[in-house]
Every structure is written in structure tokens, then in C-alpha cells.
């Protein structure tokens, strides 16, 4: 499945992981040459049977093999195609190659973010995508840097892209802790009250369809982005 949007991609990871697709490795491939992306997806069909019918997944799970999924999101502004194969437990081809997403040390990561599991008191752990360490430690420091640095202009860009930080529920509890951080920070060395609307960052909806492309858009648009070079 191939996702236009980056939130979409990513929730879909969230469900398959709280399905058991716990494993996995993944990747970064230009759009073009395309050719590269079809061979990729071909082997990976051939080695991990992407394309499984559900029954030939529960034939699959009965026998102890593992079931995998292929899961890309196009990144557009860039041209690139970034992947990720997920696989639940049993044998698998390569299994050398798959990390183990419940190891806090090989979570599943995309462009900044981890997939972490959050415990809860009377009820089993839930799954949510959070700022990895070094990327929170990198927001509170432009934030504490821009305020104490007078630089109003570059705390509108970075409250601005605050606001567009998907609405898991870990990343919502970061956006509000930085929003704290900032408003503390303001009143410490600006004095008086922060002079920003409060960010909202609300949760995704459940059941949002997905935005995806088929393989056969994604060639005309690798086509049409080849031409542009030329």
C-alpha cells in the first residue's frame, strides 16, 4: 500500500503493530529510476508474500510462518519513496534482517519519530508514535533559543509547525509539554504573558480513510517528475 501522507502511513503502521507485526526493517529509494521500487516490491512479494490473501495468511500462521507487510509513504516534496516491512513472529526468510519493534533500543522509526508502546494503569498498553529523544531535545532548544534570543520571527515558524504535529496521543503530550516549556520561558526571560495562541492539536480520527496511490499513478508520476529534469 502506498500512502500520499505521511500521518496515514504511520497510523497504519501503529494498527498492523498492535496486530502483532512487530518486526521489521525498512528503507529510503529515489522515485526514479522507477524500475527500482518495481523490482523491490516484486522480490519482497516473492520473499515475504506482501500480496497474501487472507486465507493463505491464516494458512501461513498455521504452519509457523510469519505474514509480512510492505508499507510505503511517497514523499513528494522530495521524490522519494520511504518503506517499511513489517512481519508478526514465525519463519521468516532473512530474519537476521528484521528488528524487534518491541526493543526500545530497534523501535520502528520514521523522519524523527518512534513507535513506542504506552502502559496504562488497568488496562492493556496502547500503541502511539512519539518524538524521538533527540528530536524533542532539538525543539526545546530552538524554542529556548528563540525566545531568550529575541528571534520572534523563527518562534512563529516553529509554533506553526507545531500546530501541524500529527495527533497521536504521545506526540500531543510532547506538543503541550513544549507549549508549557515555552510559556514558562517567555514569562522568565521576556517577562509578561506568552503573546502566541495556545496550540491544539487534536487526535486523529479513527476511522479517517487513508489517501493512497496505485502502483500504476505512482509510475505517471515518477514519468512526469522525470520530465521535469529535462
Excluded at 508499507?71 to 520511504?82: G, H, I, P, Q, S
Aim: charged share 30%; net charge positive; hydrophobic share 35%.
Amino acid at each position: 500500500m502506498i500512502y500520499r501522507f505521511k500521518t496515514d502511513f504511520m497510523r497504519q503502521i501503529a494498527m498492523l503493530f498492535s496486530l502483532g507485526y512487530t518486526r521489521w526493517f525498512g528503507g529510503e529509494i529515489p522515485l526514479n529510476p522507477h524500475y527500482k521500487f518495481v523490482s523491490l516490491k516484486a522480490r519482497f512479494d516473492e520473499l515475504y508474500a506482501i500480496n497474501a490473501t487472507a486465507q493463505q495468511r491464516f494458512r501461513r500462521r498455521e504452519k509457523g510462518v510469519a505474514n509480512c507487510k510492505f508499507l510505503v509513504w511517497f514523499d513528494e516534496k522530495n521524490a522519494t519513496l520511504l518503506w517499511v516491512l513489517l512481519a508478526t513472529e514465525g519463519d521468516v526468510y532473512n530474519e537476521e534482517k528484521f528488528y524487534d519493534g518491541m526493543n526500545k533500543k530497534t523501535r520502528i522509526s520514521v523522519s524523527g519519530y518512534e513507535l513506542k508502546t504506552v502502559p496504562h494503569r488497568g488496562r492493556k498498553p496502547s500503541v502511539s508514535w512519539a518524538m524521538k529523544k533527540e528530536t524533542y531535545e532539538k525543539w526545546h532548544a530552538d524554542i529556548k533559543k528563540s525566545i531568550r534570543t529575541r528571534n520572534d520571527e523563527n518562534i512563529e515558524k516553529l509554533w506553526y509547525s507545531l500546530r501541524r504535529v500529527a495527533g497521536f496521543s504521545e506526540l500531543r503530550r510532547q506538543v503541550f509539554k513544549l507549549q508549557r516549556y515555552a510559556m514558562t520561558e517567555w514569562k522568565r526571560s521576556r517577562r509578561g504573558e506568552y503573546p502566541y495562541e495556545k496550540i491544539f492539536v487534536g487526535w486523529l480520527g479513527r476511522f479517517k480513510q487513508s489517501e493512497t496511490i496505485t502502483d500504476e499513478e505512482l509510475l505517471l508520476i515518477a514519468k512526469s517528475k522525470k520530465a521535469d529534469i529535462f
